[in-house]
């Protein structure tokens, strides 16, 4: 079985930065991808940022040029660093990983509880 632990929500000021951490653990053998999705109230689940094991990134058209992803293989860790957040990026962040156990071939993928992003005006 996989964990994911996402940290570093809370409640900041227009303008502000955060950074979250989403930590995997347990069965691990590798993980070939990691993303950020998240949700306010009232609408469905968005995807943020992704980045795979090439380290190659991708971003929703809404936080490009704010959000960073990132990912230390050896912590099995991935990273949103968020710049320059709005009140619209008020919403619970959750953790995707794809995750593949020692001695398989396939990879899963697994969710974090999510932890909440409130930026206010």
């Known amino acids: 079985q996989v964990q994911l632990v996402e940290s570093g929500g809370g409640l900041v000021q227009a303008g502000g930065s955060l950074r979250l951490s989403c930590a995997a653990s347990?069965?691990?053998?590798?993980?070939?991808?990691m993303a950020w999705y998240r949700q306010a109230p009232g609408n469905q689940r968005e995807f943020i940022a992704s980045?795979?094991?090439?380290?190659?990134?991708r971003y929703a058209d809404s936080v490009k040029g704010r959000f960073t992803i990132s990912r230390d293989n050896t912590k099995n860790t991935a990273y949103l660093q968020m710049n320059s957040l709005k009140p619209d990026d008020t919403a619970v962040y959750s953790c995707?990983?794809?995750?593949?156990?020692?001695?398989?071939?396939?990879?899963?993928?697994?969710w974090g509880q999510g932890t909440q992003v409130t930026v206010s005006s």
């Open positions: 347990g069965s691990i053998g590798s993980i070939n991808y």
């Open positions: 995707n990983a794809h995750v593949r156990a020692p001695l398989t071939y396939y990879y899963n993928p697994y």
């Open positions: 980045i795979d094991s090439a380290d190659i990134s």
